[in-house]
């Protein structure tokens, strides 16, 4: 019981309330037992001015009962002493002090017009002159009866709240814990790999907030899922088609009297293919670490203008194989960019080839450099098939490729590549295209390191 929420939230109701009602009931029992004493005393001040009264005026041969009967019906215990009048003691009361203590109360001047209290009986004890004679009268009254009648309507006020105060906790306890117990459902339902589990929720409280967090945990749990899914799904069939082509043409290798040149044409193909298959697992392996976001950049200052410079002359021979010019549009001056320079060689490679790829023959690729206060802008303008908004709109996605017949090679990582790594050093890329006349890709680098750089590395370690 205790270990559940309901068991604790009402164990931590009676403790609260017994607690707090042992406090409040001991500072009201003190201050009316105060109370109680000091009424008490007054009484007793005044009933021992009226005892002496009576007895100076009465000389009725019957003063013993009379003064018995008044001790009676008031509740109280008269004892009188003198050495010359005696010990009397009147309303028959066991707590009455013995003729020895009253003796010394009469020769001990510190008791005289002195109140005193035992347990819960009161007394006033004065030395008075009754008929000419020096006689100490002790007035006593018990007060355990009114402190009872306190003590048990505190004892009945607890019990009342304590129970109906129960009742109403473990009803309210049941409206916060109904809603955790289906979240905590709902949960072994999703770890279960039900990614449709949803939970209710009205209004914006705590428990609220939580399941509306819960829904969008599992909604993008189910996401991840199907994005997971896809992912393998188009893995496994980026290999299969190179696979099945070089078991293929292995095949057909077996045969012995295949002429010399099919023999080098099929194995060309095989070798082909096999690149095909080593290009995909490698980007896919590159991909994978961008993505988990553990990479650690190297970050440095370089010069953008001679970067693509080199990558241009790497990717020339594919362009004057397809008869396309490229042109480099320097600025004036030197830009310089702050960030992981092998990184950035991949998209521009990936970029100026995805260029080439998707621009016809006698094209143009014209690459622009500008630079800024704090940015610099590349921009990769090609003059091949363009693409459609619809297009673009998929173009960074995992494997995403318009040309479904795969007339081209490629396989739909470049740009995620690309995209990854831009994002890693909190640029921008923006695509402009049109269908049949080309396609712009602008992206936007910081030419100066930012204070992003080192919060941003603790924090993307930490993210697991
Ligand atoms: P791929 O290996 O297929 O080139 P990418 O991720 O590099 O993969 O590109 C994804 C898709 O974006 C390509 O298949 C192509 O449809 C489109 N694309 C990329 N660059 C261009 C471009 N310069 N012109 C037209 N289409 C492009």
Known sequence: MMKSIYGKLICGFLITIVFSFSVAGYVALRSNYDQIADMAQNELSATSEYVVGILNSLEDTNINDIMDQYAISSEIN??????NYGYYTYGGNKYAPSKEMMKRYYYDDSKNG????????????????IRDMDVYVYVQKDTSYEKSIFANSAVLILGCVFLSGNLVFIAIADIIVKPITRLTNATKE?????YSVRVNYVGDDEISRLNQGFNQMAQQLAKQEETRQKFISDISHEFQTPLTAIQGFANILKEEDLPKEQRQKYADIILFHSKRLSTLSK?????TLLEREEVELEFTTFSIVEQLLRVISTQENQAILKDIEIEFERPRKDAMVYGDEQRLEQVWINIISNAIKYTDKGGLITIRVKKTSREVEVSIEDTGHGMSKEVISHIFERF????????????????SIVKSIIDLHHGNIDVISQVDVGSTFIIKLPSERKSFDLKEKLSLNRKD
Not at 78 to 83: A, D, E, F
Not at 190 to 194: A, C, D, E, T, V
Not at 283 to 287: P, Y
Request: net charge positive; charged share 20%; glycine share 10%.
């Open 283 to 287: 980007n896919m392996l590159q991909l």
């Open 114 to 129: 002195c109140y005193a209290e035992q347990k819960s009986i009161q007394s006033y004890g004065s030395k008075t002159n």
């Open 78 to 83: 008269i004892t009188l002493y003198s050495p």
């Open 190 to 194: 999703l770890s279960k790999g039900n």
């Open 400 to 415: 995403y490729r318009e040309d479904k017949a795969r007339s081209v090679e490629g396989n739909g990582l470049g740009l």
